[in-house]
């Protein structure tokens, strides 16, 4: 999976989930979260793909829906991620992570290394790991406290986890990773979107979404992996989705553009590759089992 993650990062000045300034130089624009959707709990609709037809046959917003779809009717699946941005001064922070899916067990990691300029070594700041349950979310954090040692294949803390109802969870990083993005994609937020393309047997389409509404979840996280003074304000969100032609999504790449503050106000651009794998080789969830089980809440 990894060489084929290579190859998908082609796409310059990247950024992502958590992927907000943390250094000294970064400046924020908003105290206040961006403006949700009028209907908070839309986050768009998931439609099971039909049998007939082709994308071609359908408009931006159906073929968004059945991406969806597809995607939610997956027994398993996993995904890599990295992005980066950069800021003021040519100063460049990364992100990366996983996302594993089986039979219901939702696992993520992320870490967030620090700021790179003029040649810098750059260094983890922040790392999660989190399983995703039926009413909680439990995230902890590395074993080790030499974050010399952190990346996507340590070891994980024994520690009890920390434990967020959803609201905590929202209110601390967005929107559960089981959504498609971190970014609102709905009827309501897609401002435009391109024209269908097709080349071989997958297509892509580009979306151009609402600078409020899209990231209203997403600035949160932004706000607590980059322990930012305010809300960073958007001020453009493009995405482009590869996916076949049974809707089955392969990569999305993002575009952004927005203000962020930590002491004083930078501008931010940057994006973000995510690669899918369907191959139930690539897949990991055993932190479920080997941790997070033990302290899940069950129903009586």
């Known amino acids: ?80 991620s990295e992005s980066n941005v950069t800021a003021t001064a040519g100063v460049k922070q990364k992100v990366e992570g996983t996302k594993d899916f089986l039979d219901g067990i939702l696992v993520t990691e992320t870490i967030s290394y620090g700021a790179k300029a003029f040649g810098f070594i750059e260094t983890p700041s922040k790392a999660i790991q989190r399983y995703f ?9 590395p074993a080790s406290d030499n974050k010399d040692e952190w990346n996507l294949d340590m070891e994980w803390s024994s520690a009890a986890p920390e434990i967020l109802n959803d609201a905590d969870y929202e209110s601390a990083y967005g929107l559960r990773a089981s959504e498609l993005s971190d970014f609102v994609i709905s009827e309501e937020t897609i ?34 992996m980059g322990n930012l003074d305010e809300y960073p304000v958007f001020e453009l969100i493009e995405i482009t989705i590869s996916f076949g032609e049974d809707w089955t999504v392969y990569s999305m790449q993002t575009h952004e553009v927005y203000q962020s503050k ?22 990991d969830v055993s932190a479920y089992e080997e941790y997070f089980r033990q302290y899940e809440k069950t129903s009586a």
């Open 133 to 141: 349950g039926e009413d909680e979310v439990y995230v902890r954090a």
């Open 1 to 80: 999976m990894k060489g084929l993650f290579k190859k998908l990062i082609k796409y310059t000045a990247l950024l992502s989930a958590g992927a907000a300034l943390t250094f000294g130089i970064m400046a924020g624009c908003s105290s206040e979260p961006a403006k949700r959707p009028s209907d908070p709990n839309d986050m768009g609709v998931v439609v099971e793909p039909p049998k007939v037809g082709s994308p071609m046959d359908y408009t931006a917003i159906e073929n968004i829906e059945f991406i969806k779809g597809k995607l939610a009717s997956r027994e398993y699946y996993h995904l890599e």
């Open 191 to 224: 401002v435009s979107s391109g024209d269908l393309q097709k080349e071989g047997d997958k297509y892509s389409l580009t979306l151009t979404l609402d600078n409020e509404k899209a990231p209203a979840y997403y600035v949160n996280q932004m706000k607590t």
């Open 262 to 283: 930590k002491f004083i106000t930078a501008s931010c651009e940057g994006g973000s590759v995510i690669a899918y794998s369907y191959d139930k080789a690539d897949v």
